[in-house]
């Protein structure tokens, strides 16, 4: 089966840095994805990750550690409106089964 | 145009009442999906179904029954609605289902039983 953790909740200022980690037990890989979500809003796709190695996507990069079962999503230059849950999410085998995170609630305050 | 549209937005019933949330996407994927997102937000798969296929029940109580007419639409018919089935539901879908994809979002159902 899969396990993931993740921190319960974060906090930051505008125009800092963030990282959110995500570990991640699984009986097969088929890669981790990260997702964001607003209150009272649906989850929205932000990255997903299959090899090893850092990925960036504008102000978000996600990091993917398969070796230690390791991920983090880095936010740079945060703004008000990157104040979200961040899910992470690993697939099962064969046919699909997103096994999400608890969520990590972001709060990014001026 | 709105790719997985889900009604109704919200629902407050009685406990005990039977009641049922629609779902349709119109991106042409085989494989949809419904989760549960309780209060604490976490997110959990209840079903889901690849070209009105079952392929995923994840021990859902069977007051619950997913339908499927064809392969864009997926509704879920709740039975006697209990006080713990207050909750978001979201519908989902994805191309084909296999492998890493990414899956789209409803705008989810807030169901309140009271």
């Known amino acids: 089966g899969q396990n993931i953790d993740q921190p319960t909740e974060m906090t930051a200022t505008e125009g800092a840095i963030v990282q959110i980690n995500c570990t991640y037990q699984t009986s097969g890989f088929n890669g981790l994805f990260w997702y964001q979500q607003h209150a009272g809003e649906a989850p929205t796709f932000l990255s997903y990750?299959?090899?090893?190695g850092l990925e960036e996507k504008g102000r978000f990069s996600s990091f993917l550690s398969r070796s230690k079962g390791y991920s983090y999503l880095l936010l740079k230059e945060l703004q008000m409106k990157d104040s979200a849950s961040y899910l992470c999410?690993?697939?099962?085998?064969?046919?699909?089964?997103?096994?999400f995170g608890t969520g990590t609630r972001l709060l990014v305050s001026p | 145009d709105t790719a997985v549209s889900q009604t109704p937005k919200y629902l407050v019933t009685q406990m005990g009442n039977d009641k049922s949330i629609k779902c349709e996407q119109n991106l042409g994927h085989d494989t949809m999906y419904w989760y549960k997102q309780d209060s604490k937000k976490f997110l959990k798969i209840m079903f889901s179904y690849n070209n009105k296929e079952l392929i995923i029940n994840e021990t859902v109580p069977n007051r619950f029954s997913p339908k499927s007419p064809d392969k864009a639409h997926l509704n879920l018919h709740i039975n006697s609605l209990e006080l713990g089935d207050s909750a978001v539901y979201f519908c989902?879908?994805?191309?084909?289902?296999?492998?890493?994809?990414?899956?789209?979002f409803g705008p989810g159902t807030r169901l309140l039983v009271l």
């Open positions: 999410a690993v697939p099962s085998e064969g046919f699909q089964k997103l096994v």
């Open positions: 989902a879908s994805s191309p084909s289902g296999i492998g890493g994809e990414t899956q789209y």
């Open positions: 990750n299959v090899l090893d």
